[in-house]
């Protein structure tokens, strides 16, 4: 069986034609969980939320400084 829910492509094609069939995997499990990020931001405190941008924008800030310099 395979290891990913899609199965393997037997050419590299993007498209897809007419006579193209497709099977899903409904025996396939895995140990790895999908979290949304939004969901993870909306516990954010707003002053985390601050605390975080703005050492982002320090942080985005030092390299654009040094890139410019060096």
């Known amino acids: 069986m395979w290891k990913s829910p899609c199965p393997p492509e037997d050419s590299q094609r993007r498209d897809v ?17 999908r979290i949304k ?7 954010e405190t707003v002053e985390e939320n601050t605390s975080t941008t703005e050492s982002i924008f320090r942080t985005d800030n030092t390299r654009l400084m040094l890139l410019l310099l060096g």
Not at 37 to 43: E, L, S
């Open 37 to 43: 990020v939004n969901a993870i931001q909306m516990k």
């Open 17 to 33: 034609e007419g006579d193209d069939t497709f099977v899903f995997n409904d025996q396939f499990t895995a140990s790895l969980y």
